[in-house]
């Protein structure tokens, strides 16, 4: 013979019946919606905020990073420069990373902007071309080095605000995968 639990009859416990029931949140009025319309909106001011936050700090670790690379790039490149001298590796592997060197091709650069303005405004003809490339009204350093290389290539002459910049080592460097601080 099977023995019934209060469970199985439907009766209530004292410890279920201290317990009180919260009745689940609907939203089925103005103030419930308002409500959740207050919440969402909280949320996306803090999102906000916190979004802002980050960017200055991320602006400011970017300062320091390029502070640091003015500061120091050129000893380090030096330094590594001297440690490389006779050997045929380009890089130098150290305990929190690595530093070495590439090349960089040849290649034209803008080195006056306002030269290369001052000559599209006196050449319209090429200016529409560097327009058509520019989504912007702001000058595109790109849609002109376009224009530029074409030249180059057609007269062999440099358009104004541009140089040949020559073929170079830069150094880089890369983070080690189990680097220290």
Partial sequence: METATLRDTG??????????????????????????????????????????QAAAIVHELEQK???????????????????LTGQ???????????????????RLDVTDQAAALAWLNEHPDEQAKVIEQVTTERFCKTAYLGLAKVSAEETGELLPGVEMQPEQQRIYIKESDDAQD
């Fill in 11 to 52: 009766a209530v416990t004292q410890e279920e019946a201290a317990t009180p029931q919260v009745p689940m949140f609907h939203i089925d009025s103005e103030e419930r919606a308002n409500w959740y319309l207050r919440k969402m909106f909280n949320l996306q001011a803090e999102l906000d905020r916190v979004n802002a």
């Fill in 88 to 106: 045929k590796a380009r890089h130098i592997k150290l305990l929190q990373g690595t530093v070495g060197f590439r090349k960089v091709a040849a």
């Fill in 65 to 83: 990073q390029r502070s640091l690379q003015m500061r120091f790039e050129d000893e380090l490149a030096a330094w590594a420069e001297g440690k």
